[in-house]
C-alpha cells in the first residue's frame, strides 16, 4: 500500500469493530484495534443471535465469512413457543422469520471474527479513555496507561457507553425503563427437562396478559444450554427499591418467587434452579435519530452510534456499519479520494438505517 495509507484505530473489538478492521485489511488498510477486556475470553458473550440476510449475514459475505457462518449457525433456533403464565402454550411456530435468519451463539460468532482478523492483531487490555482533535488536524487517543496515540481515524466500535461519541456528541444513554435479568442453565436436557421442553430448540415467551410488568424469556444456546432473560417494566434501581441486594442469590431468588406468584410451577422453576448467578441488565437506549455534526478524523458505528433495546437488529447492525464503512475507505484509499468524504458518505447511509431501526426496537419493547 502507498505511503497515503491512512493510520486508522478502531475502539472496541465487538462485532462491529472485528467486522470493519477485517474489511479493511482485504483493501489492505492495517487499522490497530484496541479492546478493553484483558483477553479475548474475559466474558461470556451472553445468548444467541439472528442475522438477516440484508445486514448481518451481507456483513458476513462482505469479509468472505458468510460459509463459516453458515456452519456454525442453527436454523433450528428459530423455533418460538409462547405461553400463558398458566403454562399452557398458546403459539408454537417452527420456524416463524423463514430460512433468511438463522441463529449464532454470540461467543462463536465473535470467535469466528477474532480468529479470523487474528486474536493476536488485537490490541487487548487498552481502553480508551479520552478523544480529541488536535490543532493538526490528527485524531489523538488517551489510553488507559496515561499514554497519548494519534490518528488520521478513529472508528468508536466500543458500544453502549462509548468514550469515543462524547468527542461528536452530548448524547447519552436513557434508561428505558425495562431491565433483563439474565441467567442460566447448562446440564439442560438431563436435569432441567422441564425446561428443555418449555425452551425446545429456541425460544420461549412467557407472559401474564393481566399484568405486563413481567415476562420470561427462554433462550436455547448451541452447546445446548439455555440463557433466561427475566424482564421487568420497573425503576432502574428496583432491587434497592426492594431491599434486595442483587449479589445475594437467594434474596434475589425469594423476590422473584413473590413476583411471579401464581405462575404455573414449570414457569417458576425457571426462577428456583438456576445455575448462574441473575445479572442485573438495565435495557438503555440512545435518543432517536442520533446523528452529529460530521467531524474529520472520528467517526462511530454500532451501539456506540444508535444503541437501541433489544429487538433482534443491533449486532446485525453493527455488522453491516463496519463493512459499509469499511469498504468506503477502502475505496477512497484505492481511488486517491479523500478519506473525510469516505467517512462522510458512510455516515449519510449509517445514520437513517439505525434511526430507522431504533425507532422499531422501541415499539417493539412497548408492545
Ligand atoms: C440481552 C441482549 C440481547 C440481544 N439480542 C440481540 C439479537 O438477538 N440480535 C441483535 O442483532 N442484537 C442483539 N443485541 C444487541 C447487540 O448485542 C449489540 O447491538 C451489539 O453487540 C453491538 O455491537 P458493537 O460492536 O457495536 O458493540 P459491543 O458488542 O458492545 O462491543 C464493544 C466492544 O468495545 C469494547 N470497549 C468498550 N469501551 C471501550 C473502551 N473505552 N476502550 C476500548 N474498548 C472498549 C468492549 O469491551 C466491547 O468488546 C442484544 C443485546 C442484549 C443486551
Given at each position: 500500500m502507498s505511503h497515503s495509507t491512512p493510520r486508522i484505530a478502531i475502539v472496541g473489538a465487538g462485532p462491529g469493530g472485528l467486522l470493519c478492521a477485517t474489511v479493511l485489511r482485504q483493501a489492505g488498510i492495517h487499522a490497530t484495534v484496541l479492546e478493553r477486556d484483558p483477553s479475548a475470553h474475559h466474558r461470556t458473550q451472553g445468548g444467541s443471535l439472528d442475522l438477516h440476510e440484508h445486514t448481518g449475514q451481507a456483513a458476513l459475505r462482505t469479509a468472505g465469512l458468510h460459509d463459516a457462518f453458515l456452519k456454525l449457525s442453527?436454523?433450528?433456533?428459530?423455533e418460538m413457543r409462547e405461553y400463558a403464565h398458566t403454562g399452557r402454550l398458546v403459539a408454537h411456530e417452527e420456524?416463524?422469520?423463514?430460512?433468511?435468519r438463522p441463529e449464532i451463539d454470540r461467543t462463536d460468532l465473535r470467535t469466528m471474527l477474532l480468529e479470523d482478523f487474528g486474536t493476536e492483531n488485537v490490541r487487548f487490555d487498552t481502553a480508551v479513555l479520552e478523544v480529541r482533535r488536535t490543532p493538526h488536524g490528527r485524531t489523538r487517543l488517551t489510553l488507559g496507561e496515561g499514554t497519548t496515540e494519534e490518528f488520521d481515524l478513529v472508528i468508536g466500535a466500543d458500544g453502549a457507553w462509548s468514550k469515543v461519541r462524547p468527542a461528536l456528541s452530548d448524547a447519552v444513554p436513557l434508561y428505558t425503563g425495562n431491565t433483563l435479568v439474565e441467567t442460566w442453565f447448562t446440564d439442560v436436557d438431563d436435569q432441567h427437562p422441564a425446561l428443555a421442553r418449555l425452551v425446545g430448540h429456541g425460544m420461549m415467551l412467557a407472559t401474564d396478559a393481566g399484568d405486563p410488568t413481567h415476562l420470561l424469556i427462554g433462550q436455547r444456546n448451541g452447546d445446548g444450554s439455555i440463557r433466561v432473560y427475566i424482564g421487568l417494566k420497573c425503576a432502574l434501581d428496583w432491587a434497592a427499591q426492594a431491599g434486595?441486594?442483587?449479589?445475594?442469590t437467594e434474596a434475589v431468588r425469594a423476590h422473584f418467587l413473590t413476583v411471579f406468584a401464581g405462575w404455573h410451577e414449570d414457569l417458576r422453576r425457571v426462577l428456583r434452579e438456576n445455575e448462574g448467578p441473575f445479572v442485573n441488565r438495565p435495557v438503555h437506549r440512545l435518543p432517536y435519530p442520533h446523528t452529529w455534526q460530521h467531524t474529520p478524523g472520528i467517526t462511530l458505528l454500532g451501539d456506540a452510534a444508535h444503541l437501541m433495546p433489544p429487538a433482534g437488529q443491533g449486532a446485525n447492525l453493527a455488522l453491516i456499519d463496519g463493512a459499509d464503512l469499511a469498504l468506503a475507505i477502502g475505496d477512497a484509499v484505492r481511488h486517491g479520494s479523500g478519506l473525510d468524504a469516505a467517512v462522510a458518505s458512510y455516515e449519510r447511509t449509517m445514520h437513517p438505517r439505525g434511526a430507522a431501526a431504533a425507532e422499531e426496537s422501541a415499539l417493539a419493547l412497548e408492545q
Open positions: 442453527r436454523p433450528e433456533g428459530q420456524d416463524p422469520e423463514g430460512p433468511a434486595v441486594d442483587l449479589a445475594d
